[in-house]
Structures are given as structure tokens and as C-alpha cells.
């Protein structure tokens, strides 16, 4: 099998077959390794792996088998020389800034990313000294005019949650390039199987694993894809050192997650897309945030540059933060709870949960209204979700 073919294979088959390296013992499914230290057959061939002379597993918070295999298979979906697993997904960012960013330089940061991204960005990073610049997402002139002589990344989430805008992929990249920055994109939401940040120009893919490529709601992880100077060599090295890596067990549970992705990620995006037109048309509802609805601002462009429009969706409900929370908890079926990406779908008020850290001025300037009411549509027949959302709106007009 030459790495040509494999190359060729379409999505689906990759998801199913990349990354194993069968044992001699035969096994079809993937084995989990736990263990935390591999056993040499002689001192010379230990002092030959620490050396690093000889290729091989020392020790699992340097390499695991179960853990390699997760990896090489993410790499393949997201089309990266290398993926670094980490523990989760907010590690996967750590991750990356700690190895590709140093004290002095600056960071353009998508407005509207996952709440603990900018907290990690403006508390814990500022304070070894790397500056963050908030940008508003769609507007590109804005990313240019932000740009001083020692930014060196943009941080960007598309579709961004819970609203849904959608980042210009490709225009970003050529920005981020032409001023010697990288472009890190943060894709847990359309994951590999609907968007390919690394073939649209963007340097580094992060992911939380937590989410979609789980798809069950089991587990927490997360990855870093990119090439090899970026991520084989610089996230690599610090995730080895620092210690953010990710559990075999978890490994195996994601790489599972990864055989269903694409059959998964269709079917909430199939569900999404109908509850997305529904809702607008009903009564105590105000806007709703779906990039698959043909009015959505960058409805085209996530047409370009996605195969779906993925589970995730929002709407704005009367009342402000009452009417959402009399919403919510007039539900039966959907879970209340902030995780995504399960097949259980889960509703949550964004303003005093995933964005309730944010300073209220952080939250308008993300577009966080305190009505706003975010779903992530999961597996269940549509017609269950949408008649438990009637109970929710019939709280609402007080039916
Ligand atoms: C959940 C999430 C993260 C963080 O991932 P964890 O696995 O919870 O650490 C980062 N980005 C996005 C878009 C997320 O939804």
C-alpha cells in the first residue's frame, strides 16, 4: 500500500483506517496501551532511546502507541504532517501558544471565541508578557489595521460559537502571511469532516476532541495539527516537557469517534438545518444565529468554505436573561448542560455559563445578549428536539 493511494482514499475510509499499526498479535480493533513506561532490552538501547539515537517509545508522556495512532489518524482527516494529542482542548491551545509565541510579542484574537480561549489570552498569557488584541472576526480590514511590528499570531474559531459567524479562512491566511504571522485556527466545531483550515492557508488547527470527534460526551481531549517545524518539533517538544498530554483510554475513545464523524457530523448538521428554519418562525423568538440559513451574513462563504453547517445554533428569545432561563427550563429532553458535539442535545444560556466569565463589556462586544439561548443539536429524532423546544416557547408566551 504506498502512501499515494492512501493519500487518495476519500474521508470516510480514512477515518476508519488510517493510523493503526496492527501488533504481531492480530487484532482487528485497536489495542489500548496502559502502561507509562516501555522496558529496553539492554542499558546500551536505553541510553540509545534517551540519546535519542534509536526511535521508540521511553515513557507516555513522551509517546503512547494508543496515543500515536489517535494522532497520525487526526492527522490524516485534517490533512497535517504531524497532530500532538493533548489532555483537552483548552491544552491544545496552551500548547500552541507556549511553543510558537514568546514574551514581547502580540496576538490578534477573534472576538466571540470559546470564553476560556480569551481568558487564556488576556489573564494568563498577558501576564508573561504577550499582548492580545481583540479583533472582530469578519472584518478583515480590521485584522490589517490591528497588525504592529511584533504581532506574530492570529487566533480565529469559525463558525464561532454560539453565533455562528464565519471567518474567511483563506483572505485571513494571506493577511497572517504577507506580516509573517501564523494563522491558528480553533476547529472543534465543523471538525475535518466539514472544513479543512490547513488546505484554506491556515498554519496550525487546534481542536477540542471533547466535543465531536468523542461525539458521546465521555471524554476530555484535544489536538494540535499542523506541519512538522511547527507541531512535530515546537508543540511537540513543549507537551513532552510540560506534560499536557492526553490518556491512552481517551486516545482509544476519540479514535473511535473518529470512524463516525463524517455519518455524524451530517446528520446534526441535516438536524440543525431544519430546526434552524423552524425556529425562526416561531412566535417569542428573535433572530437565529445558523450559518445555514440563507440570509445568515456569511452564508455564501461558509458554503465555500464548509461541506455543512454543522449541529451548533442559537436564537435570541423575548424576555432577556428571564425569558431564556423560563426557555430552558421548560425543556424535558434536552440536557442543560454547555458541552457540544454529543448525541444528546444540550441547551445553554451562553451569558452566565461557556461566557459568564467574559466582563460584560467582553460579552457585547461578542454579541453575548443576555436572551440568547444556545443549542447543540444532537442525534435524536428532530421531531422529539422540536417539540421539546415548543414547551420552551410555550413558557415563553406563556401558553
Ligand atoms: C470546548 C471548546 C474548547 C476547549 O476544549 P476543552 O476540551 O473543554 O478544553 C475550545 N474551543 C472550542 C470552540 C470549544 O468548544
Given at each position: 500500500m504506498s502512501?499515494r493511494?492512501?493519500?487518495e ?7 476508519v483506517?488510517a493510523?493503526?499499526?496492527?501488533t504481531s498479535e492480530?487484532e482487528?480493533s485497536d489495542?489500548i496501551?496502559t502502561t507509562s513506561?516501555?522496558v529496553f532490552d539492554?542499558a546500551?538501547?536505553?541510553a540509545?532511546r534517551?540519546?535519542?539515537l534509536?526511535?521508540g ?10 496515543v500515536?495512532?489517535?494522532?497520525r489518524?487526526?492527522?490524516a482527516?485534517?490533512?497535517g ?5 493533548t ?13 510558537l509565541?514568546?514574551a ?9 471565541v470559546?470564553g ?15 499582548r492580545?488584541t ?7 480590514q480590521?485584522?490589517?489595521d ?8 492570529f ?7 454560539p453565533?455562528?459567524?464565519?471567518a474567511?479562512?483563506a ?7 504577507r ?6 485556527a ?7 469532516a466539514?472544513?479543512?483550515p490547513l488546505?484554506?492557508?491556515?498554519d496550525?488547527?487546534?481542536v477540542?476532541?471533547?466535543?465531536y ?10 489536538a494540535?495539527i499542523g506541519?512538522?517545524r511547527h507541531v512535530g518539533?515546537?508543540?511537540?517538544g ?16 476519540f479514535m473511535?469517534?473518529?470512524?463516525t464523524?463524517?455519518l455524524?457530523m451530517?446528520?446534526h448538521?441535516?438536524s ?5 428554519r423552524?425556529l425562526?418562525e ?12 440563507s440570509?445568515h451574513?456569511q452564508h455564501d462563504?461558509?458554503r465555500?468554505?464548509?461541506?455543512a453547517f454543522?449541529g451548533?445554533?442559537?436564537f ?5 436573561r ?12 434536552l440536557?442543560v448542560?454547555a458541552?457540544?458535539g ?6 445553554t444560556?451562553?451569558a ?8 460584560p463589556e467582553a460579552r457585547?462586544e ?8 444556545r ?8 421531531e422529539?428536539?422540536k ?12 401558553g
Amino acid at each position: 500500500m504506498s502512501d499515494r493511494s492512501e493519500q487518495e482514499r476519500h474521508f470516510e475510509t480514512v477515518a476508519v483506517r488510517a493510523g493503526q499499526r496492527r501488533t504481531s498479535e492480530g487484532e482487528q480493533s485497536d489495542p489500548i496501551f496502559t502502561t507509562s513506561s516501555f522496558v529496553f532490552d539492554t542499558a546500551e538501547q536505553a541510553a540509545a532511546r534517551f540519546s535519542g539515537l534509536e526511535a521508540g517509545n521511553i515513557y507516555s508522556r513522551f509517546t503512547n502507541p494508543t496515543v500515536n495512532a489517535f494522532e497520525r489518524r487526526l492527522a490524516a482527516l485534517e490533512g497535517g504532517e504531524r497532530c500532538v494529542a493533548t489532555g483537552s482542548g483548552m491544552a491544545a491551545i496552551l500548547a500552541a501558544c507556549m511553543s510558537l509565541l514568546k514574551a514581547g510579542d502580540h496576538v490578534l484574537l477573534a472576538n466571540g471565541v470559546f470564553g476560556s480561549t480569551t481568558v487564556l489570552f488576556e489573564t494568563y498569557l498577558g501576564r508573561f508578557g504577550i499582548r492580545t488584541t481583540r479583533v472582530p472576526l469578519t472584518d478583515l480590514q480590521a485584522w490589517e489595521d490591528a497588525i504592529t511590528s511584533e504581532t506574530r499570531m492570529f487566533f480565529i474559531e469559525t463558525p464561532a460559537n454560539p453565533l455562528a459567524e464565519i471567518a474567511d479562512i483563506a483572505a485571513l491566511a494571506e493577511i497572517a502571511h504577507r506580516h509573517d504571522c501564523l494563522l491558528v485556527a480553533d476547529n472543534t466545531v465543523c471538525t475535518a469532516a466539514l472544513q479543512r483550515p490547513l488546505e484554506l492557508g491556515a498554519d496550525i488547527v487546534v481542536v477540542s476532541a471533547t466535543k465531536y470527534i468523542d461525539g458521546q460526551g465521555r471524554c476530555v481531549g484535544g489536538a494540535v495539527i499542523g506541519n512538522e517545524r511547527h507541531v512535530g518539533e515546537a508543540v511537540y517538544g513543549f507537551l513532552r516537557t510540560a506534560g499536557t498530554c492526553l490518556s491512552p483510554f481517551n486516545a482509544w475513545i476519540f479514535m473511535k469517534g473518529l470512524e463516525t464523524l463524517a455519518l455524524r457530523m451530517r446528520a446534526h448538521s441535516e438536524s440543525a438545518t431544519l430546526l434552524a428554519r423552524w425556529l425562526r418562525e416561531q412566535p417569542g423568538i428573535g433572530k437565529v444565529f445558523y450559518a445555514g440559513l440563507s440570509d445568515h451574513p456569511q452564508h455564501d462563504l461558509a458554503r465555500r468554505q464548509q461541506s455543512a453547517f454543522g449541529g451548533l445554533l442559537a436564537f435570541e428569545v423575548d424576555g432577556g436573561r428571564d425569558g431564556a432561563w423560563r426557555f430552558i427550563n421548560a425543556t424535558r429532553l434536552l440536557s442543560v448542560t454547555a458541552n457540544l458535539g454529543d448525541a444528546k442535545t444540550t441547551i445553554t444560556h451562553p451569558a452566565t455559563t461557556t461566557h459568564g466569565r467574559l466582563t460584560p463589556e467582553a460579552r457585547r462586544e461578542a454579541g453575548i445578549g443576555d436572551g440568547l439561548v444556545r443549542v447543540a443539536v444532537g442525534l435524536e429524532h428532530v421531531e422529539d428536539i422540536k417539540t421539546d423546544l415548543r414547551c420552551g416557547i410555550d413558557a415563553l408566551i406563556g401558553g
